[in-house]
């Protein structure tokens, strides 16, 4: 049983076709001695004859009928293997695992929908966290691409621009500054601020941008660990904070929350599409990674306005 091949499925299948022995062997483009040899080391294999031999030609028996169904199976299976295979190798199909930092997650969905309705047979898992726990999962294989704001450094990667990713620094509408124009970092001197969990993308941002001025920061009694939470505390008249404009275009627009006007802001970073270059991207993970390069800045936000 361990010989059976291929060769021996397209026998059983153009025997009982043509019912004949001389025209199956002229169908496969062999001699009638090598057709008759094929069926012969068949039916030692099995253990049972496959055909009744007739003098109006061949006919299979039961036990042939039955092997020629499995036969048949097994002709689709390998047609369905030859199909995932070249569906893999050409990135239209395949596992692909897409990792995103949390600040992403205002627009990766739509990216990766896009991308999933132009290549339905890629089976794709999508996951979302910080930028620590993003990176790690890089760095230990769970995901091949990465959409992040700050790739790492600690890690061989390569990096490819997707869009602009501005940042502006919100506060209520009703708050004292709203109506200032060109306010200086030392206006902010002793205004309670809100920032991200250590680790996350933000709150380095935060730091760097306010650089040593005297701050407030704000006890919530709880791990501001979202920019959901951010944005809830900032409209409940909390503070201000720092943040991805990306984030909160929607409560700009409705005017639930303004963007102060500080020199030096919007800080406009970018957005990447980072992968391993110590390993090799499966056909899947290169397809979304050029279709993210090409098509992502289209499905993020637009750029929230400044002032009050």
């Not at 036969?71 to 050409?90: H, S």
């Not at 294989?141 to 997707?162: K, M, N, Q």
Request: glycine letters at 8%; proline letters at 5%; charged letters at 25%.
């Amino acid at each position: 049983m361990r010989k059976l091949s291929f060769r021996h499925i397209e026998t059983l299948q153009a025997i009982a076709t043509a019912g004949s022995l001389i025209q199956a062997a002229a169908a496969l483009n062999v001699t009638p001695a090598a057709l008759t040899a094929r069926v012969k080391s068949l039916e030692q294999a099995f253990g049972f004859r496959l055909f009744d031999r007739l003098p109006t030609g061949m006919r299979m028996t039961k036990a042939g009928e039955g092997a020629l169904e499995a036969a048949q199976v097994v002709e689709k299976a390998l047609k369905d293997f030859g199909d995932v295979v070249r569906a893999i190798a050409t990135g239209e199909g395949g596992r692909l695992s897409v990792g995103a930092v949390s600040t992403a997650k205002y627009f990766a969905p739509r990216l990766i929908a896009a991308f999933v309705r132009s290549r339905p047979r890629v089976d794709l898992r999508f996951l979302i966290g910080n930028r620590d726990a993003t990176v790690e999962s890089l760095r230990n294989g769970a995901i091949e691409v990465a959409l992040a704001g700050r790739p790492p450094r600690d890690l061989a990667v390569e990096t490819f621009p997707l869009g602009p990713h501005p940042y502006v620094l919100i506060a209520p509408p009703d708050h004292r500054l709203r109506s200032v124009r060109n306010l200086q970092r030392n206006d902010l001197a002793g205004e309670a601020f809100l920032f991200r969990e250590p680790g996350s993308g933000t709150r380095s941002l935060f730091e760097d941008f306010i650089g040593d001025t005297a701050i407030r920061t704000v006890q919530l009694g709880m791990e501001l660990g979202s920019n959901e939470t951010i944005k809830q505390a900032v409209m409940a008249g909390l503070g201000v904070a720092l943040i991805s404009a990306h984030t909160v275009a929607a409560e700009i627009e409705s005017e639930r929350l303004i963007c102060l006007d500080v020199d030096g802001l919007p800080i406009i970073r970018r957005w990447f599409v980072v992968n391993r270059t110590d390993r090799a991207l499966s056909p899947a993970a290169r397809a979304f990674r050029d279709f993210a390069v090409q098509e992502g800045e289209r499905f993020l936000p637009e750029l929230a306005g400044k002032g009050g």
